[in-house]
């Protein structure tokens, strides 16, 4: 299976960056596509951005031109870069891997795999 792992939240100033990382055993092998969700207290999880394997990328109107998502295929690792953060972009920010290949170990191909979470804090 493709289980992500977040690392990389922490407390900033607004203005600030900081870059989350979610490694996916597996990530290339399943043909994996990988997403950045976020949640703040009292709201719904929302989209923020993904990567599809052939590199192409998505982006919520809120974060685009502040926030990048890349990927280390040697690595299994998809990045959050996230410049000039604000005070609305405080949530858990959770990765989310879609496998699509249909190979041994990767699972279903379309079912959803959730990291546990990693806090982003931005102060004003």
């Known amino acids: 299976q493709v289980q992500p792992v977040e690392s990389g939240g922490g407390s900033v100033q607004a203005g600030g960056s900081l870059r989350l990382s979610c490694a996916a055993f597996?990530?290339?092998?399943?043909?994996?596509?990988m997403n950045w969700y976020r949640q703040a207290p009292g709201k719904e999880r929302e989209f923020v951005t993904g990567?599809?394997?052939?590199?192409?990328?998505t982006y919520a109107d809120s974060v685009k031109g502040r926030f990048t998502i890349s990927q280390d295929n040697a690595k299994n690792t998809v990045y959050l870069q996230m410049n000039s953060l604000k005070p609305e972009d405080t949530a858990m920010y959770y990765c989310?891997?879609?496998?699509?290949?249909?190979?041994?170990?990767?699972?279903?191909?379309?079912?959803?795999?959730w990291g546990q979470g990693t806090q982003v804090t931005v102060s004003s």
């Open positions: 989310n891997a879609i496998p699509r290949a249909s190979k041994l170990f990767c699972g279903p191909p379309g079912r959803d795999y």
């Open positions: 597996r990530y290339t092998y399943c043909n994996t596509d």
């Open positions: 990567i599809i394997r052939d590199g192409s990328t």
